[in-house]
C-alpha cells in the first residue's frame, strides 16, 4: 500500500463504525460542528435529556445558560452529551471537545482547542481582551496575561462564534481541564445571558473551579433498566446467579454493565463467575477494557499507547510517530476494527476510559518509548511545551538537556499567565536535573510557582526537599520567605507575622527590595491579625521595620513611605504617622507605581481612612482600581474595590458599591480569591437588610476565628452596629458596639464602631457609656484634625450634651459633613438633631430636620434610618412625602448598570468590558432599559435617570468654622 493510501486510510472518518456507550446501536449524524451520535432511545434518562434540551431550547429562543454534569465513569454522561447534540443538530452550532488528563499541565491547553476554530472572530475583541487571549496561546510576546481578561474574551468569543444563532458548546471530561482553563470556562459560563449560548461540561465529581454553577448529577440505572441493559450486552444469556451479582456489582453504571460481561470466561457466564468486591469499579471497567484488546497484535495495541499518550488527536502527528515506531496501515485497521480508537478529523477512543485504560496498564518502558516518538515528531517552533513534556516523558535518567528545555518552558508558561504549569514543568525540570546545585535552584522556583497558582502544600512539599540540597545564602533566605508566606496561606495563624518578620530580615542585605515587600507583608499579617494575633507581635514587626527603613525616613518613594507610615501607626500612634502617611498618600496620587507599590497601594487608601480624610480616600481608591484595570491586576483589583466600595458608601451612592461588590464575585470566580464578603455585608447593614447581615456576619466571624484574622469580627460588630441603630434596634446595637471598645487602637472598623456605640447608648439611657465611647472617639479625631474626623467628633459630642451646646455641636457636624460631602453623614446627623428637638418640644425645627433627613436618607439607600425618620414624623403628625414613582425603579440592577454606563458614553463592548458580561447582553438589557423607561435612545437616559440619581441637596462647599 503506498504512502498516500495509508494517509487517505488514517484521514478518512469512519463514522458508521463510531460505538455509542449507551443501551442500543447507533447512527452517526453531522452538523457544522463535527461528528455527533444518536441512537434510538436512552433508556432510564428521560428526565437527564429533557433538561438538556430544554438547555438548548433557551439557547434558541436567545437566552444563555450552563449545565454541569456529573457522574461516575460510565454512568452515560458521554451518552447524553452525544445525543443531546444529535438532538440540537438542526438550526444550531455545535462546539465541542474532550479534554485530556496528560493536557492538565499545560497552561490554556484546553481552552486553546477549545478556541481553535473561534481565533479567526479574535480581532473583534476589545483590544486587551484580545491581547490577553493571545498571550495565552502564545501567539505574542507579553507579560503574564489577566486570566479575568482570558475569560473575557473567551466569553466574547463564544458570542461571536454564535452569531445569529444559537451555540451549543460541549465540554466532555472537563475534570481534565488544566487549571488556567477551567477557571476561564467557568468564569465565561457564569456571565452567560442573552448571546443564545448553552454551555454543558460534563465530569466525574463537580471540580472547585465549576462549585456553584447548575448542576445535573447522573446516577445508575434503575433495577429493570440494568437487567434489560445487561440482556442486551449478554445476548447468550448468563447464570442467574452471575446476572444478579453483576447487577449489583454495577450498581446501574452502563458502560460496567455492557463491559463487564464482555470479559466473562465461558465457565463465568456458566455459574463459575464471582467478584471479590476489593477492585474499584472504574479499576474492574478499565481491567476489562484492556482484556478486549489483549487479542489484538502487539504493534497495534502500541499504536492504541501512542494514541493515548498524545492528548491533540492530531492524525498526521499520530501518523509520522507511528512510522517512527515502525508502525503500519494495518495496525490502524486492527485498532478500528477492535472498536478501540475512531480516525477521522481527530483521533479518539470510544469512550475515555479506553484512553486511561490503555495508558495505565502499559508498562513504564513502553510509555517512554512513544513518548520518545511522539517528541521526535513535534515541532521544536511551533509546539516546544508539548515537545518537552513528551521529552520529558521518555527520559529516565537525569539530563540536563531535558530539564533545560522544561524550564524554558516553564517561563513561557509563566508569561501566559500559567503558574500552576509553571509549577509542573519546573518540578520535572528538578526531578531531572544532574546537578545538586541546579536542581536546588529549580525546586525554590518550582515551589514558588506552585505557591503562586494557590497550592502552598505543594510548595512546602517541595521546600523539604530542597532544604537537601546545597543553597546560596540568597537562596537559603528565599526558602525562609517562600515557606513563611506558603505556611501564612495555609494556617493564616498568629505565627504568621513573626515568621514573614524574620524572612525579611534575612532578606536585608541580599535582595533590600524583596526584604522591604516582606515586611510589608509581616507588617499586614499582623495587622489583620489584630486582637487573634499578638499585640507584641504587631509592636515588635513595626518597630523592626521603623529600624530597618531609619536611613530611608528621607525617601520620597511611595513604598518607602507606606512601609514606614504604616509601622509608624501602628508602633507609636496617629499623630507619630500623620506626616509621613500623607507624604506617602501624595507619592502614591503623584507618582507611576510599579508592581509592588501598585500591590500595596490599599495600604494608602486605608491610612485615608484611619486619617479621616474623604479626599484621599476617593482619589486613592480611584486611582488603585484604575491602574488595577488597565493593566489586567486582578491579585490588585478585588482589595482596590473593598476600598472603592468604602468611599462610594461615604458618597452616598450604594447602587455603585452593589456594582463593585458584583465585581469582585465576577472576580473571585475566575480567580479564586478568598477576599471574604465584607462589602456586601456593609451594604446590608447600610439598606437595614436585617437576615442578610446577619448571615453574612455569622459567615464573616466563623471564617474570620479559624483565620486567626480579628479584623473579620472587627467588621462583623461594626456591620451590625449600624444595622442595628438604622432599626432602632439600639440594645442590640450597644451589645455589637461594646465588643470594640477594647480594641480602639487598631483603628479602623474598631474606631467607626465608636460613633455607633454611642449614638446606640444614648438612646437605651446608658450615659456613662455613651461618655466613654465619645472619649475614645476623641483620642483618634481630635489628633487628626480633619474636618471628617471633627464632624464625626462633634455628631458623638452632641448625643452627650444637652440644650444649646448639643444644638451648635449638631449644626458644626452637618456643616463639615457637608463641606466634605458625605451625604450619609448629613442625613444621620439630621436626623439625630430632629430626636433631640422633637424630646424639647420644638416639634416645627423638628419636623425640618426629620424632613431633610429622611429625603437624603431615602436618596443614598440607608433604608432603615429613612424609616427611622419616617417613624419620627409620623410620630410629630406628620405623613412623610413618598417619592413620586419612577419608572427606573423597575429596572433591575444589571439594567441600571447597563443604563448608568450607557448614560456616561460607553458603547455596549465597552459595557460588557466593564461589567464583565458580553457585548449581546448589555445590548439586550438596554433594550429592556429602554423600554421600562419608555425612551427611544441613548440619549434621553440622562434625563430618565435624573431623577434616580438625584444627590441630596447640600450647599456650595466652603471651610465651615474651627480648625480643619
Known amino acids: 500500500m503506498s504512502r498516500a493510501t495509508v494517509r487517505a486510510v488514517v484521514s478518512a472518518a469512519r463514522a458508521s463504525r463510531l460505538v455509542c456507550w449507551t443501551e442500543a446501536p447507533c447512527t452517526a449524524n453531522t452538523t457544522e460542528g463535527g461528528i455527533v451520535r444518536d441512537s434510538v432511545p436512552l433508556r432510564g434518562r428521560r428526565r437527564e435529556l429533557a433538561e438538556l434540551d430544554a438547555l438548548v431550547q433557551h439557547a434558541r429562543a436567545g437566552r444563555s445558560g450552563a449545565l454541569v454534569v456529573s457522574g461516575e465513569a460510565g454512568v452515560g454522561k458521554t451518552a447524553l452529551l452525544d445525543r443531546m447534540a444529535a438532538r440540537a443538530a438542526t438550526g444550531v452550532r455545535i462546539e465541542r471537545i474532550v479534554a485530556s488528563e496528560s493536557e492538565m499541565e499545560l497552561a490554556y491547553a484546553g481552552l486553546q482547542q477549545l478556541c481553535g476554530p473561534m481565533m479567526s472572530s479574535a480581532a473583534s475583541l476589545p483590544a486587551p481582551q484580545r491581547e490577553a ?3 495565552a496561546f502564545g501567539l505574542r510576546r507579553a507579560s503574564a496575561p489577566s486570566p479575568f481578561l482570558v475569560g473575557l474574551a473567551l466569553l466574547g468569543l463564544l458570542t461571536e462564534r454564535a452569531g445569529e444563532r444559537a451555540l451549543l458548546c460541549v465540554i466532555d471530561d472537563a475534570q481534565w481541564l488544566d487549571e488556567a482553563s477551567a477557571r476561564a470556562v467557568a468564569f465565561a459560563a457564569r456571565r452567560l445571558d442573552a448571546e443564545g449560548i448553552a454551555v454543558v461540561l460534563s465530569m466525574r465529581a ?11 448529577v447522573v446516577e445508575g440505572l434503575g433495577h429493570e433498566d440494568a437487567r434489560e441493559l445487561l440482556r442486551l450486552a449478554a445476548p447468550g444469556g448468563l447464570d442467574r446467579r452471575v446476572r444478579d451479582q453483576l447487577i449489583a456489582e454495577a450498581r446501574g453504571n452502563p458502560l460496567a454493565l455492557r463491559e463487564l460481561p464482555r470479559a466473562l470466561s465461558p465457565a463465568q457466564v456458566a455459574g463459575g463467575f464471582a467478584f471479590t468486591g476489593s477492585m474499584p469499579l472504574q479499576s474492574r471497567i478499565e481491567q476489562s477494557l484492556v482484556a478486549q484488546l489483549e487479542p489484538l497484535p502487539g504493534s497495534a495495541r502500541l499504536l492504541l499507547l501512542l494514541a493515548a499518550a498524545d492528548p491533540t488527536g492530531d492524525p498526521g502527528l ?19 476494527a477492535a472498536d478501540a480508537l475512531v480516525v477521522g478529523t481527530r483521533v479518539g477512543f470510544r469512550h475515555p476510559l479506553v484512553r486511561s485504560a490503555v495508558y495505565r496498564a502499559a508498562s513504564p518502558e513502553e510509555r517512554r518509548r512513544v513518548h520518545a516518538a511522539l517528541a521526535g515528531v513535534t515541532s521544536a517552533e511551533q509546539d516546544p511545551d508539548r515537545r518537552a513534556w513528551h521529552r520529558a516523558g521518555a527520559t529516565l535518567l537525569p539530563d540536563e538537556e531535558v530539564a533545560a528545555d522544561l524550564e524554558r518552558s516553564a517561563v513561557r508558561a509563566r508569561r501566559r499567565g500559567g503558574a500552576a504549569a509553571a509549577g509542573a514543568f519546573l518540578e520535572r525540570a528538578a526531578e531531572l536535573t544532574p546537578t545538586p546545585v541546579a536542581r536546588g535552584r529549580r525546586l525554590i522556583a518550582a515551589a514558588e510557582a506552585k505557591h503562586d497558582a494557590g497550592a502552598p502544600a505543594q510548595a512546602l512539599r517541595l521546600l523539604d526537599t530542597a532544604r537537601d540540597h546545597p543553597l546560596t545564602p540568597l537562596q537559603e533566605a528565599l526558602v525562609t520567605r517562600l515557606r513563611a508566606r ?5 494556617r493564616r495563624d498568629s505565627s504568621g507575622a513573626g515568621l514573614l518578620l524574620a524572612a525579611a530580615q534575612g532578606l536585608e542585605g541580599l535582595d533590600p527590595v524583596l526584604a522591604r515587600d516582606t515586611y510589608i507583608e509581616a507588617l499586614s499579617a499582623a495587622i489583620y491579625g489584630g486582637r487573634l494575633g499578638d499585640a507584641e507581635q504587631v509592636a515588635a514587626v513595626a518597630n523592626a521595620i521603623l529600624e530597618a527603613t531609619a536611613a530611608e525616613e528621607d525617601s520620597d518613594r511611595a513604598r518607602d513611605l507606606i512601609l514606614r507610615g504604616q509601622a509608624l501607626l501602628a508602633a507609636k500612634g496617629q499623630e507619630a504617622a500623620i506626616a509621613t502617611l500623607r507624604r506617602a498618600q501624595r507619592a502614591f496620587l503623584d507618582q507611576a507605581p510599579d508592581a509592588l507599590e501598585l500591590h500595596w497601594m490599599w495600604f494608602a487608601s486605608r491610612a485615608a481612612q484611619d486619617l479621616w480624610d474623604a479626599r484621599a480616600l476617593r482619589a486613592l481608591a480611584d486611582r488603585q482600581v484604575e491602574l488595577a484595570r488597565a493593566e489586567g491586576v486582578v491579585t490588585v483589583l478585588p482589595i482596590a474595590l473593598s476600598l472603592l466600595m468604602l468611599a462610594q458608601t461615604v458618597d452616598g451612592d450604594l447602587d455603585a458599591v452593589e456594582a463593585s461588590c458584583d465585581e469582585i464575585d465576577a472576580i473571585k470566580d475566575v480567580t479564586g480569591h478568598p477576599l471574604p464578603p465584607y462589602g456586601r455585608l456593609f451594604l446590608c447593614a447600610y439598606r437595614g437588610q436585617a437576615g442578610e447581615t446577619l448571615r453574612l456576619g455569622e459567615q464573616i466571624r466563623a471564617d474570620a476565628r479559624e483565620r486567626g484574622e480579628g479584623y473579620g469580627l472587627s467588621a462583623v460588630n461594626f456591620a451590625e452596629a449600624v444595622l442595628y441603630n438604622g432599626l432602632g434596634r439600639f440594645a442590640d446595637a450597644v ?9 480602639t487602637h487598631e483603628l479602623s472598623h474598631a474606631m467607626r464602631t465608636l460613633l455607633e456605640l454611642v449614638e446606640a447608648a444614648a438612646h437605651t439611657g446608658e450615659q456613662a457609656l455613651a461618655e466613654q465611647a465619645y472619649e475614645q472617639l476623641a483620642g483618634v479625631t481630635r489628633p487628626v484634625g480633619t474636618n471628617w474626623a471633627l464632624a464625626v467628633l462633634a455628631m458623638a459630642q452632641a448625643q452627650v450634651r444637652d440644650g444649646d451646646e448639643a444644638e451648635t455641636l449638631y449644626r458644626e457636624a452637618i456643616e463639615r459633613f457637608e463641606y466634605e460631602r458625605i451625604p450619609i453623614m448629613v442625613g444621620r446627623c439630621r436626623l439625630l438633631y430632629g430626636e433631640t428637638l422633637g424630646r424639647q418640644g420644638r416639634h ?5 430636620q426629620l424632613r431633610a433627613a429622611h429625603e437624603v436618607l431615602s436618596v443614598c439607600g440607608l433604608n432603615g434610618f429613612a424609616e427611622r425618620a419616617a417613624r419620627e414624623l409620623s410620630a410629630g403628625g406628620e405623613t412623610p412625602r413618598v417619592r413620586a414613582h419612577h419608572p427606573a425603579a423597575r429596572l433591575t440592577d444589571q439594567e441600571l448598570n447597563v ?16 461589567l464583565f458580561i458580553s457585548s449581546r447582553t448589555a445590548e439586550y438589557h438596554l433594550r429592556k432599559v429602554f423600554t421600562k423607561l419608555g425612551i427611544k435612545g441613548r440619549a434621553e437616559l440622562r434625563t430618565a435617570l435624573a431623577e434616580l440619581d438625584q444627590a441630596p441637596p447640600a450647599p456650595a ?3 465651615p468654622a474651627g480648625p480643619a
Do not use: C, H, K, M
Open 735 to 743: 451589645t455589637s458596639g461594646r465588643r470594640e471598645l477594647p480594641y
Open 844 to 848: 416645627e425645627d423638628a419636623r425640618g
Open 899 to 914: 443604563a448608568r454606563l450607557a448614560r456616561e458614553g460607553l458603547t455596549n463592548r465597552d459595557i460588557g468590558a466593564r
Open 957 to 959: 462647599p466652603r471651610p
Open 133 to 135: 487571549i493571545e498571550a
Open 206 to 216: 463537580v471540580g472547585e473551579a465549576f462549585a456553584g454553577l447548575p448542576q445535573l
Open 486 to 490: 506558603a505556611g501564612y496561606a495555609l
Open 318 to 336: 499520530l501518523w509520522r510517530a507511528s512510522t517512527a515506531l515502525g508502525l503500519g496501515p494495518e495496525d490502524f485497521d486492527a485498532a478500528e
